[in-house]
């Protein structure tokens, strides 16, 4: 088991190896690094892949204390300095692509481009925090009850193989491990402004029946990104990328083969 002791956190990680050009990808709320599995077995004969869990959730040792997503941001240059790598190919999944978008206006010297997997700058309307804060409320009441945690995973995931060991993962850890991530999700910044500040390509791949993040959010996005050819829609919900890897496997070996060395 690999670990980094980077900005007060033990991150855990999982890296390839090899010579190919380094991808590092961060996952989605209420994820781990497993998720991208198919995308590592997809890319890893061509390219190092690296994968790790964010403050909160999967192996990573977190202080519990709070953070935004331009820490999360600051967690990923940590590791990558930690790994050696000057430049990478940054992405990751809904909040991974939060952290990732973060990271590229921190440094963008060190992020050769971005994959953005089901992800978006919209900010929530007052009815639909309202409503994700009473689901966070009561999952830290009660845990993540049969039916909370099958409306979560049918929102996020909507699987059913997948949807069931979610859920199986989300009943076994401490039910307090959601306080901060959520208030990080919930408070964070809007930074729809500065992406035309982001020239490095970019890929953004959607799924058609993602009702957590609307089509319409990745659709600006794309317009706003100086290195965005517009949103690869695929079928699937918002773990698209999980339930649904084939195309989105096959838009990422594509966007990457077409990258300036």
Same mark, same amino acid.
């Given at each position: 088991m690999s670990y980094a002791d980077v900005n007060g956190q033990r991150i855990?990680?999982?890296?390839?190896?090899?010579?190919?050009?380094?991808?590092?990808?961060?996952?989605?709320?209420?994820?781990?690094?497993?998720?991208?599995?198919?995308?590592?077995?997809?890319?890893?004969?061509r390219y190092r892949v690296i994968t790790w869990d964010e403050r909160g959730f999967g192996l990573t040792e977190f202080d519990g204390r709070p953070f935004?997503?331009?820490?999360?941001?600051?967690?990923c240059l940590a590791l990558l300095d930690h790994l050696g790598i000057e430049?990478?190919?940054?992405?990751?999944?809904?909040?991974?692509?939060?952290?990732?978008?973060?990271?590229?206006?921190?440094?963008?010297?060190?992020?050769?481009?971005? /994959?953005l997997l089901d992800s978006?700058?919209?900010?929530?309307?007052?009815? +639909?925090? $309202? !409503?994700?804060?009473?689901?966070?409320?009561?999952?830290?009441?009660?845990g993540p009850v049969d039916e909370l945690a099958q409306t979560v995973a049918t929102i996020i995931i909507d699987d059913a193989i997948e949807?069931?060991?979610? /859920?199986?993962?989300?009943?076994?850890?401490?039910?307090?491990?959601?306080? +901060?991530? $959520? !208030?990080?999700?919930?408070?964070r910044d809007d930074i729809t402004s500065r992406l035309p500040e982001i020239t490095c390509p970019v890929l953004i791949v959607h799924g058609t029946e993602d009702t957590a993040i609307r089509m319409e959010d990745p659709e600006l996005m794309a317009s706003l990104l100086p290195g965005c050819d517009g949103v690869v829609k695929v079928s699937g919900a918002h773990a698209a990328n999980l339930t649904n890897?084939?195309?989105?496997?096959a838009a990422i070996l594509d966007f990457l083969a077409r990258i300036p060395a």
């Open positions: 855990y990680f999982e890296d390839t190896g090899g010579d190919g050009a380094p991808v590092i990808l961060a996952h989605g709320f209420l994820m781990d690094h497993t998720m991208f599995a198919p995308q590592v077995a997809a890319l890893r004969d935004t997503y331009w820490d999360s941001a600051r967690d430049r990478a190919v940054v992405g990751g999944m809904s909040q991974g692509g939060f952290l990732s978008m973060r990271a590229a206006l921190l440094a963008p010297e060190r992020v050769r481009a971005l /994959i978006g700058t919209k900010l929530y309307e007052d009815e +639909e925090r $309202a !409503a994700n804060q009473g689901m966070v409320d009561l999952w830290l009441s009660v949807s069931p060991k979610w /859920i199986a993962t989300w009943q076994a850890r401490d039910k307090e491990l959601i306080r +901060e991530p $959520a !208030a990080t999700l919930l408070g890897p084939e195309p989105v496997n």
